[in-house]
């Protein structure tokens, strides 16, 4: 693979057709309009209709990709215009480059088997016709959201995302602990939203453009203040904050895992939580400006790495071990983009897509056949489903950074990026290196490992479950869904080879081409680095081996040792009780309220109460003078016209 | 002393004053409406002073308004009058103080 592409950068013409691109967006959208309004009521065709139009956007996506490559990832735009706003001209356009080409591959091929995989988890399912509509519209807006030339554009389909997945959380919206969810991931993600919103204002006032390559060159060429540049990368990154789950904003996350969790190995593992990377990715020339935006980004990710891996080493739930991974991964990321490592970040957003789908994919086939996501009801299932074991087992090495795998040589060069820039940042993410293996093999020894207790009971009085299986004899998915895991997993084991240090840099190249100044990466393999990665990685499984396999040391007993730290983590340091009880509950619901309610009482009251006693004084008043006495309307008459004489007399002397 | 514009002009405003004076303030609708007719008349010679001491390239314009006046104010109180008695009528009064109908 790695000569192919090197003799495919040699050819050098961009040469894709314009219908391409667009089929890749019509494709979804068009089953999503197909299944809304015609096959709700037919489900299995809607499944189909699905899965055949992201298969038609995954083929047409890697049309687009080895296209890219052969443009070594400089930019094609099809644009046309929108609508104009005053000078502003807003334009409806793709732009596809090497970060589109990847993103395009990424999110369309991951959906792809998420689709596939969900013909058997959702099998049954009451839903499932809406199921697909929302799964087409989500994977329409976020392709559109990765093609789109301009931030209008982008902030649009941003926003249909955001949509979508509040949809697909609150999928099962019965109960009440979804809707909950769903109401927080929406509520919690439009707070970053806020500050996109701000920078698109901002970036409009002061630079006239919404083209994606238009705000490059401001950045570069120092068009507009460095303050304005700041700030614009601040928003921007609130915006992606709020999307990737980033400290302070991340709570809403876990909660999020109430959905579907084909749902969630598909928007909120691998593709729309990657969207807050992908936009910092796509204005990373704006971040290059502005050192100030650098240390944000940079020590946001760190703080999100270190809080999202310390609260996933005390998750019993094993899905929430999975998303607590999910944003500390993702902080990873931000870290990565802070310290200016845009090929790291994107590489790692890339390799971890294809994992952490298969964990959470692997995580939706436990339950399929124990019922429950609690690790403490699980044990022993590597006999009875080898398949998923191997595929998860696969996807934790991955994600622990063991050698070769794919997260080995993503997570490295984050730790090359962080080694030759800042210490401190090297140190931190060295650590979370090192609980990432730890709360993985803990989730897999309490999952696979060990006696099986029995999973969760079938509730046969629960209509809305769909549950057929016997939680009592937990037994292997289907093909349905463990294809998709053998699938997932080959990139999970290979995706490294497009980007190994020192040997390939075809990812390098692709996504440097796309910058507006292309400088290609220089991809060094440091042995300190590498070694020093291995090391705690494989010490984390070490020791989650020696606790929850050999038991050496009991967990409880550790749990006591640590007992403050213990209960911080398991609080998930309070940020939920900051949140609603604190904000949500005391300054806005009692505070703010308050103080509406005076308002309401004194000035709404006040003034409609007062117009009213007004009206009424005056009018007792003048009531006397209307006594229907034509004589004394006559007389007022005269009164009148003597004053006007004399108004004009006295004016107007003769 | 020779009596010109000033004198007439002095006696027509006299005579409005008295006729507004007996059409606000006296309570018999006749009496009301023999004031309208004295405001009239004050109206009247008042024109016909200036027709007759006043230069115009219309000499006689402020008789025809006098011929005109004359005419309505004749329509005027025969209507008028009939609207009385068939107000005493109904009401078997004149007195325009108890005519409060207006008054909701």
Redesign the interface.
Known sequence: MPLFLAEMLEVGVPTIDEWVVWAILAAPVVSWLLIIAYLRKLPAIAGYATILAVGVSTVLSFVVLFNVIDATGGPVVFSYEWFTAGSVVVNFGARVDGLTAVMLVVVSSVSFLVQIFSQGYMAGDKGYGRYYAHMSLFTASMLGLVLADNLLMLFVFWELVGLSSYLLIGFWFHKPSAAAAAKKAFIVTRIGDLGLLAALLLIWARGGTFQIDEIHQLAITGALSSTVITWFALGVFAGAAGKSAQFPLHVWLPDAMEGPTPVSALIHAATMVAAGVYLVGRFFPVFEASADAQTVVSWVGAITAVVAATIAIVQTDLKRVLAYSTISQLGYMMLALGLLGYVAAIFHLFTHAFFKALLFLGSGSVNHSTNTFDMRQMGGLYKLMPITFATFLIGSLSLAGIFPLAGFWSKDEILHDAWGHDRVLWAIALGVAFMTALYMFRAIFLTFFGEYKGGQPVDHHDEESHFHGDPAHPHESGWVMTIPLIILAVPAIGAGVFNMAGITDGLARLLTGALPVPDLHEVSFDWWVAGSSTVVAVSGIAIAWAIYYRRVVESSALRDAFYPLAVVFERKYFLDNLYEDFIARTVLQRWWNRLLELFDTYVVDGAVNGSATVTREVSARLRVVQNGQVQAYGLLLVAGVIIIVAAVFTANPL | MTIGLEEFLIVGSLLFCMG?LI???KRNAIG?LIGVEVMLNAVNLTLLSFARFTESAQPIAGHTFVVFVITVAAAEVAVALALAILIYRNRETVD??Q?????S
């Open positions: 507004l059409a606000l303030s009301v325009v103080d005519f409060t109908l207006l008054r």
